[in-house]
């Protein structure tokens, strides 16, 4: 079965500083992996995902991941935060039985980023 | 892409009662999901809702808790039955479109007293 672990339930850094998301996958198959942001009271975005294509990832919002086969992680980082960035992040990794393109999602637990001033 | 709509946004229910949730999507789509945010975690699927079937429900979901409709390739709708403060949660649909493409609606804030 296919999980998720965000390392870190809170992370909080100054604007200006790098952002890094912590993100580690289980998948007996090549999986396809996700962030996910949730700004208040507002429903999920999609970030950026990771198709088996090029393992570093863009995103938008100047967001990127890498995905390392070898320690089986999907971090999320952005080189300089913005007041912007501050919302609950999510890794998730799809679940590919319902045979299709539509698979599930299998989210991690989150992470809320905090942006001081 | 996808805009999503869900009513209503957000609601206070009686314990014992039930609430529908509506779901409508600007463009025709095959699949639909159902996902639940109880507070603090993260999201649960409860069921994938196709078009001209029943809806596959996950594990620890039963349809007589949470009965789906999907009457169309727009709109589909869940309804938590005989609702206990347990079932306080954020309720999200989702849609695929393209190819491991989810698009998630604003989600309905529920509590239960």
């Known amino acids: 079965a296919q999980s998720v672990t965000q390392l870190g339930s809170h992370v909080s850094v100054s604007e200006g500083a790098l952002v890094l998301l912590r993100c580690n996958y289980s998948s007996s198959v090549p999986p396809y992996l996700f962030w996910y942001v949730q700004y208040p009271n507002q429903g999920l975005q999609l970030l950026l995902k990771y198709t088996s294509a090029a393992t570093l990832v863009k995103g938008i919002n100047g967001f990127e991941a890498e995905f390392k086969k070898s320690e089986t992680s999907f971090h999320l980082t952005k080189p300089s935060a913005h007041m912007s960035d501050a919302a609950e992040y999510f890794c998730?990794?799809?679940?590919?039985?319902?045979?299709?393109?539509?698979?599930?999602?299998?989210f991690g637990k989150g992470t809320k980023l905090s942006v001081k001033p | 892409s996808a805009v999503i709509s869900q009513k209503p946004s957000r609601d206070i229910c009686q314990r014992g009662t039930s609430l529908t949730i509506q779901c409508q999507v600007d463009s025709q789509v095959t699949m639909m999901f159902w996902y639940r945010q109880q507070p603090g975690q993260s999201l649960t699927l409860i069921a994938t809702a196709n078009q001209g079937s029943e809806a596959t429900y996950e594990s620890g979901f039963v349809i007589d808790k949470f009965p789906i409709s999907r009457p169309n390739l727009t709109f589909s709708t869940l309804t938590v039955s005989n609702m206990s403060p347990e079932d306080s949660s954020i309720y999200l649909c989702?849609?695929?479109?393209?190819?491991?493409?989810?698009?998630f609606g604003p989600g309905t804030r529920l509590t239960v007293t």
């Open positions: 989702s849609v695929g479109t393209v190819v491991l493409q989810q698009y």
């Open positions: 998730a990794v799809s679940d590919m039985n319902y045979g299709g393109s539509q698979g599930n999602l299998i």
